[in-house]
C-alpha cells in the first residue's frame, strides 16, 4: 500500500503556519516562524541548520542524505504582504470555513509550504533507504524582491540540487517561468502656492497627470496591455497574460494640503515583460519618455529582474514524474505555461542553470487578496502529488 499523507497534520501546520504573521514589509515575525518551521522539520526527521539566524533575514535550511544525488530541493518563501480592506475573517487567524483555510499567506505560500513538508514527513515514515537527497529552504523577502532570501540563500550553499520545485499558488498550471519587472517612481517637480493664488506656483500633480496620459498613449495602453509596436515582438496569438503590460498609479501621492498647490507628485509604474525583452532596455526607454518632458520630471528605480525561463526540455527531469504523479491525482496533466509575475526560480536557475518549475495549491489570481484562502482538498492532493514525485525521482521503494 502506498504512503499517504497525514491530513491532519498537513492541515494544523498550514494554520499554525498563517498563524505567525511574517509581514513584509516591515518584515516582521520572521524570527518566529524560523523557530517555529525548524522544530517542525526536526520532528520529521531532517537535519536543520538556520542560517543567518542573528540576522533580519534568517533561512531554514533542512536535508535528507546531504551530499546524495539526485538531489530534490523545495524552496518557500514565509513572507507575506501587508492586509488591506475589509476582511471578513481574521487575517490571521487559519480559519476553517467551506473546506478551506482563510489568511493572508494561505494562498502565496504557506499552503505550498505545508504541502512538501506533510509530503517528505510521508517519505521519512516509510523507514527504508533512498538514493538521493531532499532539500528545503525556507526564507524570507520575496515579496520585497528576494535579493535577502533566495538571493542570498544561493550564494550561500555550495551543493547544487539537480532540480527545484516552488509551491507558489499556481493551481491548476504548472510555471515553467515568470516574466521579468521593472518598478520605478516617476516624480514630477513644481512650486508651491497658496490655492487661492495658483498663477504664483507650478502645480506638480497637473504636470504628472500629463505625463501618465502621454505615457498611455505612446504605448498604446488598453486595460494594461501594451498595443504599440513593443507587441511586434511578442507572438500574434499570445494568452493575454504572456503579453507585455503596465500598471500605472499602484501608490500614488500628491500635496499635503488641500489649499497649497503641490510642490510635489508621483506615480508608481510597474512594468512586465518576457524575454524579447531586456530590464535594461525597458528601463531605459522609461527613462528617456520622461527625460523628454523636461528637466522637471525624474525616475526613481525600485526593482528591475529579468524574465527567467526553463526550456521545457531543460525541465524534463521534473517534468516526466511531476506529470506522472498530477495525472494519478488529477486524471489528467496540468497545463504548462509561465507566470505573469516573477518568483524566486531566477536565482536557482541564473546561479546553477538547473530545472525549476512554479507548482503548489493556491489557485492562480488567490495571492494578496481579501480574505486568502487555500482549499484543503487541493493542499491534499498537491502534497500526495508531491509525495509520488519524490518516490518517483529519489526511486523510494513502495510498501506493498
Known amino acids: 500500500m502506498k504512503t499517504s499523507i497525514d491530513e491532519e497534520f498537513l492541515v494544523r501546520i498550514t494554520q499554525e503556519m498563517i498563524q505567525i504573521p511574517t509581514i513584509n514589509p516591515p518584515g516582521e515575525g520572521y524570527h518566529k516562524f524560523v523557530d517555529f518551521s525548524a522544530n517542525i522539520l526536526n520532528e520529521i526527521g531532517m537535519d536543520v541548520e538556520v542560517l543567518n539566524y542573528k540576522s533580519k533575514y534568517p533561512i531554514v535550511y533542512a536535508h535528507i542524505n546531504k551530499g546524495q544525488h539526485p538531489e530534490i530541493h523545495f524552496n518557500g518563501h514565509y513572507d507575506v504582504v501587508p492586509i488591506q480592506g475589509?476582511?471578513?475573517v481574521s487575517p490571521f487567524g487559519g480559519t476553517i470555513k467551506d473546506n478551506k483555510i482563510f489568511g493572508r499567506g494561505a494562498s502565496d505560500m504557506k499552503g505550498g509550504i505545508a504541502c512538501f513538508i506533510s509530503a517528505i514527513a510521508s517519505i521519512i515514515k516509510l523507514k527504508k533507504n533512498f538514493q538521493g537527497c531532499i532539500s528545503?529552504?525556507?526564507v524570507p523577502d520575496e515579496e520585497t524582491g528576494g535579493k535577502f532570501g533566495s538571493g542570498l540563500f544561493v550564494e550561500t550553499l555550495r551543493q547544487k540540487p539537480d532540480v527545484v520545485i516552488i509551491?507558489?499558488?499556481?493551481?491548476?498550471?504548472?510555471?515553467?517561468?515568470?516574466?521579468?519587472?521593472?518598478?520605478?517612481?516617476?516624480?514630477a517637480l513644481g512650486k508651491t502656492s497658496h490655492a487661492a493664488m495658483p498663477t504664483n506656483g507650478k502645480n506638480a500633480f497637473e504636470r504628472i497627470v500629463f505625463l501618465a496620459n502621454s505615457l498611455l498613449k505612446k504605448w498604446a495602453v488598453k486595460d494594461g496591455i501594451i498595443n504599440s509596436d513593443i507587441r511586434n515582438k511578442y507572438p500574434k496569438k499570445a494568452d493575454t497574460l504572456l503579453l507585455p503590460t503596465i500598471t500605472i498609479g499602484g501608490i500614488a501621492?500628491?500635496?499635503?494640503?488641500?489649499?497649497?498647490?503641490?510642490?510635489?507628485?508621483?506615480?508608481?509604474?510597474?512594468r512586465?515583460?518576457?524575454p524579447?525583452?531586456?530590464?535594461?532596455?525597458?528601463?531605459v526607454e522609461i527613462k528617456k519618455f520622461v527625460k523628454n518632458h523636461g528637466e522637471d520630471f525624474r525616475v526613481i528605480e525600485i526593482l528591475s529582474a529579468?524574465?527567467?525561463i526553463s526550456p521545457r526540455r531543460m525541465a524534463l527531469p521534473i517534468l516526466y514524474p511531476l506529470q506522472n504523479a498530477i495525472t494519478q491525482i488529477n486524471g489528467s496533466p496540468a497545463p504548462e505555461t509561465i507566470s505573469a509575475g516573477f518568483?524566486?526560480?531566477?536565482?536557482f536557475r541564473e546561479k546553477w542553470s538547473i530545472p525549476c518549475i512554479t507548482y503548489g495549491p493556491g489557485y492562480s489570481g488567490t495571492a494578496h487578496i481579501l480574505d486568502e484562502y487555500v482549499d484543503i482538498q487541493r493542499l491534499i492532493d498537491v502534497s500526495t502529488i508531491f509525495l509520488h514525485f519524490i518516490e518517483e525521482f529519489v526511486s523510494v521503494p513502495r510498501n506493498t
Do not use: C, M
Request: glycine share 4%; proline share 6%.
Open 86 to 88: 475589509e476582511w471578513t
Open 136 to 138: 528545503v529552504s525556507l
Open 167 to 187: 509551491p507558489e499558488p499556481s493551481f491548476p498550471r504548472i510555471l515553467l517561468g515568470h516574466k521579468g519587472v521593472v518598478q520605478v517612481y516617476i516624480e
Open 253 to 270: 501621492s500628491s500635496g499635503n494640503a488641500i489649499n497649497s498647490v503641490p510642490e510635489k507628485a508621483r506615480f508608481s509604474l510597474d
Open 272 to 274: 512586465r515583460f518576457l
Open 276 to 283: 524579447y525583452e531586456k530590464a535594461e532596455e525597458v528601463l
Open 306 to 308: 529579468e524574465s527567467s
Open 343 to 347: 518568483d524566486d526560480t531566477r536565482f
